[in-house]
């Protein structure tokens, strides 16, 4: 009886470190980056790495990276997001899959294309945008945003 008792807790907490240990896993982490332009306006760079495995062992990674376009004045216009999804080991990484989504927020913007690409270890997606005032168009912009992962999948 002794012996069923001290195996079942064993058992019970090596199930207990196990599940712990993989919680962080759900985390979800992000960076930023901000690049200026001359007029005033800027974007953020934004890169959310998500990786919903449980194992420590998994060799596959997602994330996502947005470029958010701001005016002068610090209201967002537009962005585009690239999401990838990566596999990696044995000293190499693998675009498996991206895709492209690209939203104006002002509006006195309108998305005019979105594309993405994926090639080798990263995943690319392009937008360009067309900012019209009075039914005329002032400015064409596009912008593009890149999404990849290194061979011990440190996704950047």
Known sequence: ???????????????????TACIPAFAQDS????QYYEDGSYTIETLTIDNPTISFYS?????????IYYSSDNVEQWS?????SFSYGNGSSTCTAASATAKATASTWTI????????GNSATATATA??????????RKTLSTTLSCSSNGTLY
């Open 80 to 84: 585009v997001t690239v999401t990838g």
């Open 112 to 119: 005019s294309s979105k594309s993405s690409s994926k090639s």
């Open 59 to 67: 060799s596959t990674k997602r994330g996502t990276r947005s470029r």
């Open 31 to 34: 960076k930023q980056h901000i």
């Open 1 to 19: 009886m002794k012996k069923d008792k001290k195996r079942f807790l064993c058992i019970f907490t090596a199930c207990l470190l196990i599940v």
């Open 130 to 139: 067309i900012q019209y005032l009075r039914g005329h168009e002032v400015q």
